[in-house]
């Protein structure tokens, strides 16, 4: 369905940037930051639980560590403001295909990703939802990537692009089904069974999913650009809207 959100600031986000609130409707927000920017998540491990130090002292590359300190610290920041309370006092649990969420705490949703020095997250409450979020690159085995993640559908609308816009219709495609994909959080099936649109000229869609007529109804598929060179998606659960506190 054509997007109904209004973006929450002016401008274009640049690298560098602290967070921005980029979309603010009565329900749902989305924000983005730059995780290398200078002091992004200073301090963060102080917030983090056992489990995400842990994590972090995995990686084996001190900016992946870093990202990911920063883009832990700020999640718990929003969603503290959310809930009135310290960021080290949030805590979360894990659907059994990985999906996180509130332990003990149903009404507020989020949803997270990562490419590159970006996070985008996304908060709502009593609604399911996911994001993605994506670098737009040249990809030389990109058929062979969308023959193993895009359904026949996809794959057409996607061989009939322009060559010169095919980066950006596989990553718009890639994004819309990564996006509904987490927001289900079930482990749905294969890439293949459902189709999203592909095409930047054409409005953003979830038009099939194999075996569920009724699924395209149930979500709103949104598309941003909320930072030159990169893709995004936002797909939320329709349900009443309720307003954020």
Request: net charge neutral; with cysteine; hydrophobic share 40%.
């Amino acid at each position: 369905m054509p997007s109904r959100w209004v973006p929450a600031v002016d401008g274009e986000h640049r690298p560098g940037d602290g967070p921005a609130l980029i979309v603010s409707t009565q329900d749902l927000r989305v924000w983005l930051s730059d995780l290398d920017r200078p002091g992004a998540g200073a301090a963060g491990l102080e917030s983090l639980s056992d489990d995400e130090r842990a994590r972090a002292a995995r990686f084996h590359f001190d900016v992946h560590r870093r990202r990911f300190v920063a883009g832990r610290t700020l999640l718990r920041c929003l969603i503290a403001d959310e809930l009135g309370t310290g960021p080290e006092d949030v805590s979360f649990e894990y659907g059994p295909f990985g999906k996180p969420s509130l332990a003990g705490q149903s009404a507020l949703r989020f949803n997270v990703s990562h490419s590159d020095r970006y996070v985008l997250i996304a908060l709502t409450r009593g609604r399911d939802l996911g994001v993605d979020i994506e670098r737009v690159r040249a990809i030389d085995d990109l058929d062979r990537l969308a023959q193993m993640a895009f359904s026949p559908v996809e794959r057409e609308e996607l061989r009939q692009a322009p060559v010169a816009s095919r980066s950006e219709a596989f990553f718009n495609g890639w994004t819309r089904k990564e996006a509904y994909i987490k927001a289900r959080g079930d482990g749905l099936r294969r890439l293949a069974d459902f189709d999203v649109s592909v095409w930047p000229s054409t409005p953003v869609q979830l038009r099939r999913v194999q075996g569920e007529p009724g699924e395209p109804a149930r979500w709103e598929l949104n598309a941003l650009t909320p930072v030159t060179g990169f893709a995004a998606a936002v797909c939320v659960e329709v349900r009443p809207t309720r307003r954020l506190p």
